[in-house]
């Protein structure tokens, strides 16, 4: 179940947790951070792991922005996996990266365990000093040191290997970079099918400490149903649009309207930033045809999550250089880091 809640703010206090779990011996609960590369499946394992599609996935890298809680509740436990941006070594001035990079970073420190995740059909290169996987090596190498915890390495796609297509052929080069981590366990998994899943998550709860629920055993997320659609909205343009666009456009929810008796369904009205004017056609495309098939797509999955049936209204707007403007990126709900975390963006711990 989703928080019924449209404000914009990401996230809520979480409501007083049912009584059901106050009496079982033993219960755990626990913070797990989910970082990698980006796009190597971290958003793919969380929708996995709840069951659920919640966070937004698509082929291409960086489609999550932000920070994004997933809450596993069992018998016996409940883990609030966080999803974060893809850590890489963000370039001087360009201030959305930055913003992502924090993201991770601040999610590094928030947590009881650290869930390190590889593609394992990628090349591994963590001694390339000025290389993402270095970058990212460093900054789980200097977290740790300041606050000693678990730390699990997943080499997903392992269903890609055993049909025969690329393998992981850097065993050597894996195991040299992960000597400078203080690994716990390594599980090969695949994160679309679930392989390996259920291995790597019994070990999270022999190592999460005992504690009380923190939220009702049916909630699956603290983040309100604004964030959420706009992550599916911004989903559908990653897929839909070229290699180079989406990195362009940042979606903002600017209207929801509620069931009422005189409004059948939910009416979403999103926005699709971009950051020039001949941007603008390229979105909407021949006759509107793109954004009508974007809208299609993203009210399908909206749809989906919600159990019904939605009114999605999407338009474009032409907001200037919006990824490197500050106020712009915090009207859009991506607040900049102070500068000492922007530099920590930039290098390596």
């Not at 990126?329 to 530099?343: A, E, I």
Request: hydrophobic fraction near 40%; include cysteine; charge should be neutral.
């Amino acid at each position: 179940m989703l928080i019924e809640n449209t404000n914009p703010e990401i996230a809520e206090t979480p409501e007083a947790p049912k009584k059901k779990f106050d009496d079982v011996p033993g219960f755990r609960t626990g913070f797990v951070a989910l970082v990698g590369r980006p796009n190597v499946g971290k958003s793919t394992l969380l929708n996995t792991l709840l069951g659920e599609k919640l966070a937004a996935v698509s082929p291409k890298a960086q489609t999550t922005r932000r920070r994004f809680r997933g809450i596993r509740t069992d018998a016996d436990s409940q883990i609030i996996f966080v999803d974060t941006p893809g850590l890489h070594k963000a370039p001087e001035g360009k201030k959305l990266n930055e913003y992502c990079v924090s993201e991770a970073l601040d999610a590094l420190g928030d947590t009881e365990i650290c869930v390190y995740i590889v593609d394992g059909t990628r090349p591994f290169r963590p001694t390339m000093e000025d290389g993402d996987e270095n970058f990212l090596i460093q900054s789980l190498k200097g977290a740790l040191a300041k606050a000693p915890r678990p730390l699990f390495v997943l080499l997903n796609k392992v269903d890609v290997w055993e049909k025969g297509g690329t393998r992981f052929g850097e065993q050597a080069d894996f195991a040299e970079g992960l000597k400078e981590l203080p690994v716990t366990a390594i599980f090969p998994i695949s994160a679309k099918h679930g392989q390996g899943v259920d291995e790597f998550l019994a070990a999270v709860k022999a190592v999460i400490p005992e504690g009380p629920a923190l939220y009702p055993e049916d909630e699956l997320t603290d983040q309100n149903l604004r964030t959420i659609a706009g992550e599916l909205v911004q989903e559908a343009l990653f897929y839909l649009l070229g290699d180079e666009l989406p990195y362009s456009c940042a979606v903002e929810i600017e209207q929801w309207k509620e069931i009422s008796p005189t409004q059948k369904y939910p009416e979403i009205h999103a926005a699709i930033h971009v950051e020039r004017d001949s941007q603008k056609p390229m979105v909407i495309g021949k006759g509107g045809a793109k954004i009508k098939e974007i809208g299609q797509n993203a009210r399908a999955s909206i749809e989906k999550l919600l159990g019904t049936k939605v009114v999605l209204k999407t338009f474009v707007k032409v907001t200037h250089k919006w990824s490197k403007n500050p106020e712009q990126l915090k009207l859009l709900g991506y607040v900049l880091p102070d500068k000492n975390q922007q530099r920590r963006a930039r290098r390596t711990f």
